[in-house]
């Protein structure tokens, strides 16, 4: 079976400090993966996703940034955090083609920028 | 999109009841829908889904209505538990799109 793995679980950040959030995906291959915040009550915001190795497509200009440098690892980047990147960062995976119909979560990572 | 920023709306629903979530999609080709469930500190859970080819679909305790031609779909909880507390999004797909569009989100607050 397919599992999602994000960490780590929780990071507090000073403003202006680097950030390195991982996903990896156990049990597929060739999957898209997706990276998404979340805002504390409300809904979800795609940033970025990618369909294949070195494939990115961002969804929304920010200070944030997203690397596949393996089929199944994803990392979400940025080289100095905002106060507004605080947030709950989720990843998820799909098949691809046809099977990019369903996406599934990872646990999450708690970001707080103070 | 613009309901990421939106307060989510809170349905309270006395144990044991049922439930009916609602959401209005937005996009008339759409062909396959899904509702998710969070539960608070964790990532969303699939529940059910449905294709467009269908009107209705059932799970275990969940049942799934889709209305294509006023784009309304409902997710509906029989005999509601405190463990079904959670937020619940419901979402869209065009055939072959690589993304999904994610609804706005309800509450759903199980009263004792």
């Known amino acids: 079976s397919q599992t999602i793995h994000q960490w780590p679980a929780t990071l507090v950040q000073p403003v202006g400090s680097p950030l390195s959030l991982e996903c990896t995906v156990e049990g597929t291959s060739n999957p898209n993966l997706y990276w998404y915040r979340q805002a504390a009550g409300r809904g979800l915001q795609l940033l970025f996703y990618?369909?294949?190795?070195?494939?990115i497509s961002s969804e929304v200009p920010q200070n944030l940034s997203a690397s596949r440098p393996q089929d199944r690892q994803f990392i979400l980047s940025s080289k100095k955090l905002l106060l507004s990147d605080s947030g709950f960062y989720l990843c998820?995976?799909?098949?691809?083609?046809?099977?990019?119909?369903?996406?599934?979560f990872g646990p999450g990572t708690r970001l707080l920028v103070l | 999109g613009e309901s990421v920023g939106l307060h989510l709306p809170t349905l309270s629903v006395q144990e044991g009841d049922n439930s009916i979530i609602n959401c209005a999609y937005s996009n008339s080709a759409s062909d396959y829908f899904i509702w998710y469930k969070q539960e608070s500190g964790k990532g969303p859970q699939f529940i059910i889904d449905i294709r467009s080819n269908m009107d209705k679909r059932q799970g275990q305790r969940v049942t799934v209505l889709l209305n294509k031609t006023v784009k309304h779909l409902s997710l509906q909880i029989a005999a509601t538990q405190p463990g079904d507390s959670a937020v619940y999004f419901c979402a869209e797909n065009h055939r072959r799109d690589d993304k999904i569009i994610f609804g706005k989100g309800t509450r759903l607050h199980i009263l004792p």
């Open positions: 998820a995976w799909s098949g691809s083609g046809a099977a990019a119909e369903t996406q599934y």
């Open positions: 990618s369909v294949g190795i070195g494939q």
